[in-house]
């Protein structure tokens, strides 16, 4: 396996960010947060981004169907835990827009961004 070359956000105070919740590894920025989407199976509930970092795709032979998108799932590049999928394409809906993520917040852990800050699991909010 290649060395890793993972991204890390700047550490601001007030700047939340979403971590992977097996690894830590940074995921997103709650500036790159779009929607909560109540409509994953087994209630699941799954945060919209418009961008996310750290991730690699299955790539298009495994594209599937997510009602009327093509999507992509998307792995943790540290860990290779799958956090969610990415939009590809759609047929006619726009509730999401190409290019967005959707990861289930219970994947995700949120951190304060501050040393010996908070961390807290995304879907219950309790600490960690
Ligand atoms: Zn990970």
Request: hydrophobic share 40%.
């Amino acid at each position: 396996m290649g060395r890793l070359f993972l991204i890390q956000f700047d550490q601001t105070p007030d700047a939340f960010l979403y971590l992977c919740a097996i690894c830590e590894t940074h995921i997103a920025s709650w500036k790159e947060y779009a929607f909560a989407y109540h409509g994953l199976p087994n209630d699941t509930i799954g945060a919209i981004f418009h961008k996310i970092v750290n991730v690699y795709g299955d790539g298009p032979e495994q594209h599937h169907k997510f009602g009327d998108y093509t999507v992509e799932d998307v792995h943790c590049n540290k860990c290779g835990n799958l956090l969610g999928f990415k939009f590809i394409d759609n047929a006619n809906d726009n509730q999401f827009r190409v290019g967005d993520f959707c990861l289930p917040l219970k994947k995700l852990l949120i951190w304060d961004g501050e040393d010996g800050g908070e961390m807290m699991d995304a879907d219950t909010g309790d600490p960690v």
